[in-house]
C-alpha cells in the first residue's frame, strides 16, 4: 500500500527557515503533480504550492517570495523550503499527491500533516 510520509515540521521564530520533505513507501510508477497545503486551526485547508511533472509551480499569494516548492522525479519526493516565517504560516502541512499510478490503480495522495509552529 502507497503512502506519503511528511518530515521536517517544527517550532521556528518569525524570520526563521523550515524545510518540509514528502517521500513515499511503496512502488509508484509515475505521479502528475505534487503539492503542499496547510490548514490552520478554525480555517479550511489551502493550496500553499504545487508543482506539476513539467516542474510548471504555482503558489498562494501569501507565500509568493518566501516559499519555493521543489520535486525529483526519480525519486517522486517533493520538499518545501519556507523562509522568512511569519506566525501566520502556523498550521498543519500536508503533502498532497496527484494522479499517482500504482499497481492498484491511479489516486491522490494525503500525507498525514506536519505541524508548522512559528512563534518567538
Known amino acids: 500500500q502507497v503512502q506519503f510520509v511528511e518530515s521536517g515540521g517544527g517550532l521556528v521564530q518569525p524570520g526563521g527557515s523550515l524545510r518540509l520533505s514528502c517521500a513515499p513507501s511503496?512502488?509508484?510508477?509515475?505521479?502528475?503533480?505534487m503539492a503542499w497545503y496547510r490548514q490552520a486551526p478554525g480555517k479550511h485547508r489551502e493550496l500553499v504550492a504545487r508543482v506539476d511533472s513539467g516542474g510548471h509551480t504555482e503558489y498562494a499569494d501569501s507565500v509568493k517570495g518566501r516559499f519555493t516548492i521543489s520535486r525529483d522525479n526519480a525519486k517522486n519526493t517533493v520538499s518545501l523550503q519556507m523562509n522568512s516565517l511569519k506566525p501566520e504560516d502556523t498550521a498543519v502541512y500536508y503533502c498532497n499527491a496527484g494522479a499517482v499510478v500504482t499497481t492498484t490503480g491511479v489516486n491522490d495522495y494525503w500525507g498525514q500533516g506536519t505541524q508548522v509552529t512559528v512563534a518567538s
Open positions: 511503496g512502488r509508484i510508477f509515475s505521479l502528475y503533480t
